[in-house]
């Protein structure tokens, strides 16, 4: 059993033989002050990470919206926001209890059992990881985790795919997927966590996790019909901008709350995090500037530090700062080189979330098992002594590399399977058949599944060129358009009446 598993269960062994409060001696919250149980900087702290995380979801919205064509634009922001409704209630049901339940069939190694269903024994307990936060803080910050993860893998249905089936799969890919993901690592009684696996924040369960789902998504739902992988432009490089922006501000939450209170630790992480998404940004942009465009490539420099703080997420509670600065590095250089690999194997990832979330995470946990310390895990003030992990190479642990290559093997294998499986089910039972129609792909996954425009007036006038006005005696609702689409009451209300004697020729394009 791994010191982190021994930690965890020395911990819980510890507090059981003390007062609790559900306890005897502190149950009962009509004449006993819980909050003296629980250390309340560290409350806040966490609330604070908590919200953190929670914000890095319009961040991915913001991302993938960006690098989107206008007319897809919409539905991937939906389905970024309506994924995390769907993951919060999913959460909440049984997705906690499943992934973190230690109790009588909970140990199975596997998944966890319904002894936390609907969030019961949780109110007044305490975490499964500190004494300093409550079980119900830690199920909301892991809830976020859930979140993140299922908003990454909404990229996979970019252009293409319909929104309902892509959130009926979500809610069963977080049950049978994610959950024991998240089961395997984190709990103390996973298979992962007994085998001393390493992954602080997630780079198995939430980078892999939606990187392969991604990745057997985009297999099943095949290539665009313009085939435009290799020369494909973004429609707003400012919203993958902004986008990139929330989510390392997010991401420093969500590595550092890993850490389950306010201590060097979390500090570490913290520094670790910035380092590496750094670095791995300027390789990127470098590595284009000096062998493929000599253009400075702002979308190269959003894409390297998500990179970057991918791999951070893994490795920063366990890691030196120095060696955060290789870890950037080499990331930046290796998902470089995956975003092209997509377009030799024909695999249209639109989003990049196999080469970004899926390599980075990769990297990440298998960095581990080189640059792990047992020095920087001590810094929390609980890994240590009897506690202490053996840490990797750089503690002349050779077997943890081997260790970190398996369970991210195990990890990659069972997520892209069971996924692929999902999805085929999915798309075999009626109404939930998970692609769109020719016509509407090319039309745009907005007014086909949304009927509204994220650029409703500039859309319009993009298209204006295209629509040809019915001859005359024929009936106006019927709009002709030139890709060859019969558009029937399609056109906006202001349009029609203020621009159509507007020559064709002077209407812009956009």
């Not at 409350?43 to 604070?48: D, E, P, R």
């Not at 300027?282 to 970057?308: E, H, N, Q």
């Amino acid at each position: 059993m791994s010191s982190i598993t021994t930690s965890i269960l020395s911990t819980a062994t510890a507090l059981a033989a003390s007062p609790t409060p559900s306890g005897d001696s502190g149950g009962n919250v009509r004449v006993t002050n819980l909050n003296t149980y629980y250390d309340t900087g560290n409350i806040s702290f966490m609330l604070c990470c908590t919200a953190l995380c929670l914000f890095m979801v319009p961040g991915v919205a913001f991302f993938y919206s960006g690098l989107a064509r206008r007319k897809n634009t919409l539905a991937l922001i939906m389905l970024s926001v309506s994924s995390m409704c769907i993951s919060f209630f999913q959460w909440y049901f049984w997705g906690y209890s499943l992934a973190f339940s230690t109790t009588g069939s909970g140990r199975s190694g596997f998944i966890g059992n319904l002894w936390h269903f609907c969030f019961v024994h949780t109110l007044a307990d305490y975490s499964p990881d500190s004494n300093n936060v409550s079980e119900l803080l830690f199920a909301n910050f892991q809830g976020m985790f859930a979140a993140i993860t299922v908003a990454l893998f909404t990229g996979a249905a970019a252009e293409r795919g319909r929104i309902a089936p892509m959130l009926v799969i979500c809610f069963f890919w977080l049950t049978i997927v994610y959950c024991p993901l998240a089961y395997w690592v984190w709990n103390p009684y996973g298979w992962a966590a007994k085998w001393g696996v390493y992954d602080f924040a997630g780079g198995g369960p939430v980078e892999a996790g939606s990187g392969f789902a991604a990745l057997a998504y985009t297999v099943y739902l095949g290539r665009r019909k313009d085939h435009i992988e290799e020369h494909f432009r973004p429609h707003s490089v400012l919203n993958v901008v902004l986008g990139t922006s929330i989510l390392w501000f997010g991401w420093l939450g969500f590595n550092g709350g890993s850490a389950y209170g306010a201590n060097l630790r979390a500090v570490v992480a913290v520094t670790n995090t910035n380092i590496c998404a750094a670095v791995a940004a300027t390789t990127w942009v470098l590595y284009d500037f000096i062998f493929r465009t000599r253009k400075w490539s702002m979308i190269g420099f959003c894409s390297g530090a998500v990179a970057g703080l991918v791999a951070a997420t893994p490795t920063c509670g366990f890691v030196s700062p120095h060696a955060s600065l290789a870890i950037g590095f080499i990331t930046g250089l290796v998902c470089n080189w995956a975003i092209k690999l997509k377009v030799h194997l024909r695999i249209d990832d639109a989003m990049d979330i196999f080469a970004i979330h899926g390599m980075a995470g990769i990297l990440g946990t298998v960095f581990n098992g080189f640059f792990a310390v047992d020095y920087i895990a001590a810094m929390d003030g609980i890994t240590m002594g009897d506690n202490a992990i053996k840490g990797g190479w750089f503690n002349k642990h050779w077997k943890q590399l081997g260790i970190q290559i398996g369970y991210v093997a195990a990890v990659c294998c069972y997520d892209f399977v069971v996924t692929f499986i999902i999805i085929v089910i999915a798309d075999h039972i009626p109404c939930l058949n998970v692609r769109v129609t020719p016509d509407a792909e090319l039309i745009g996954v907005d007014a086909d599944q949304i009927g509204e425009y994220a650029f409703d007036y500039i859309e319009a006038r993009r298209e204006y060129k295209q629509w040809k006005i019915s001859p005359a005696g024929v009936s106006t609702d019927n709009i002709l358009v030139s890709h060859g689409i019969d558009v029937t009451n399609g056109v906006p209300g202001n349009i029609a009446s203020k621009e159509k004697d507007m020559p064709v020729d002077s209407a812009p394009v956009v």
